[in-house]
């Protein structure tokens, strides 16, 4: 085999390679693309990434004109506040709780059981009105293993 025919098939091989590097920074980009936009990323970002995602890379923008980032560009992000946080820690924890308590014990779910029984079809139910009662077994429940705790 000539010189000139293994240099070809060697350069065909990599040149396949490129192709699917190529492709995978454009998923990439694709994805990044999205996640901009979730998170409200300037325009600009979002012009080079669809760039990217199309292999049109800096078409529009170049990627040296990208940063740096005023926080001022950006748009409203949905931030939560400390006492949501907290508030979704705590009723993680007394879930979590009544989940554990059900398996150690054959009744610590029975105030759960007495608010299914009061709702027992909660398809198409009013959400707050069964998550009130839900919370209230809970407490109810909490109170009394803690008084039987103290005796």
């Known amino acids: 085999m000539s010189a000139i025919a293994t240099t070809i098939r060697q350069l065909s091989g990599r040149l396949a390679l490129l192709r699917a590097e190529r492709e995978r920074y454009q998923a990439l980009c694709a994805a990044a693309y999205q996640l901009a936009g979730t998170v409200n990323a300037p325009v600009r970002f979002l012009d080079a990434l669809a760039d990217g995602a199309n292999g ?90 803690q008084g039987e705790n103290h005796e």
């Open 56 to 145: 049109e890379i800096e078409a529009r923008q170049k990627t040296g004109d990208l940063l740096p980032v005023d926080p001022k560009e950006t748009g409203a992000f949905p931030a939560w506040s400390d006492a949501e946080v907290e508030g979704w820690k705590r009723d993680a924890e007394r879930y979590r709780w009544l989940r554990d308590e059900d398996r150690d014990t054959p009744n610590g779910m029975r105030e759960l059981y007495a608010v299914q029984l009061r709702f027992p079809h909660t398809e198409g139910m009013d959400n707050d009105l069964f998550d009130t009662a839900l919370d209230a077994a809970i407490e109810a429940a909490l109170a009394q293993q």
